[in-house]
Antibody, heavy 120, light 110 residues
Framework: EVQLVQSGAEVKKPGESLKISCKGSGYNFNNYWIDWVRQMPGKGLEWMGIIYPDDSDTRYSPSFQGQVTISADKSTSTAYLQWSSLKASDTAMYYC?????????????WGQGTLVTVSS | QSVLTQPPSASGTPGQRVTISCSGSSSNIGSNTVNWYQHLPGTAPKLLIYNNNQRPSGVPDRFSGSKSGTSASLAISGLQSEDETDYYCATWDDSLNGWVFGGGTKLTVL
């Protein structure tokens, strides 16, 4: 069974760093693109970026380029989303999703979401 | 502003048929296939339609999708109370070199 299990909720202060995770199982993690999607409170889904674990080919939305870093560890079948300096506006639910073997393939499995709260 | 335009809300009574539109441009819907997701906030989004009109296993045939030019539509027939949630269209954008979502449509079952 394909599963994407995300790390738990986080409460951080502005300026702190954070790395959240998304662990894939039940499929060949290396050969499926994984992306990250943000949902701010009361807002819609926003695509952040996508990574191909096998060679770490990564694409970012212009809105998130330079704001976050997406990475993947093939040895643990885990994708990551990290911030070096959080802002209050990063408060949101973050989802990871598995795409197919090409970057334009559909996202067919999703993680349960990680709630990030940034508050002083 | 979302790259893909959806109506913010839609509604219907049980048993009715409702459609949700998704408008884009030549660089996204005009060039690539469209997927639709059903999303209850706080839970994992669910793939409802892929490749414009294909249903994943387990999705009822009450849900159907279509695409024409730079627009796509999701139709839900035999509306049920459990269909009351948010719906998003998504596709790849060749100009942005990334995925784009519609702003989402909140469906209310009256």
């Amino acid at each position: 069974e394909v599963q994407l299990v995300q790390s738990g909720a986080e409460v951080k202060k502005p300026g702190e760093s954070l790395k959240i995770s998304c662990k894939g199982s039940g499929y060949n993690f290396n050969n499926y693109w994984i992306d990250w999607v943000r949902q701010m409170p009361g807002k819609g889904l926003e695509w952040m970026g996508i990574i191909y674990p096998d060679d770490s080919d990564t694409r970012y939305s212009p809105s998130f380029q330079g704001q976050v870093t997406i990475s993947a560890d093939k040895s643990t079948s885990t994708a990551y989303l990290q911030w070096s300096s959080l802002k209050a506006s990063d408060t949101a639910m973050y989802y990871c999703a598995r795409h197919g073997a090409t970057v334009v393939s559909r996202a067919d499995y999703w993680g349960q979401g990680t709630l990030v709260t940034v508050s002083s | 502003q979302s790259v893909l335009t959806q109506p913010p809300s839609a509604s219907g009574t049980p048993g009715q048929r409702v459609t949700i539109s998704c408008s884009g441009s030549s660089s996204n819907i005009g060039s690539n296939t469209v997927n639709w997701y059903q999303h209850l906030p706080g839970t994992a989004p669910k793939l409802l339609i892929y490749n414009n009109n294909q249903r994943p296993s387990g999705v009822p045939d009450r849900f159907s999708g279509s695409k024409s030019g730079t627009s796509a539509s999701l139709a839900i027939s035999g509306l049920q109370s459990e269909d009351e949630t948010d719906y998003y269209c998504a596709t790849w954008d060749d100009s942005l070199n990334g995925w784009v979502f519609g702003g989402g449509t909140k469906l209310t079952v009256l």
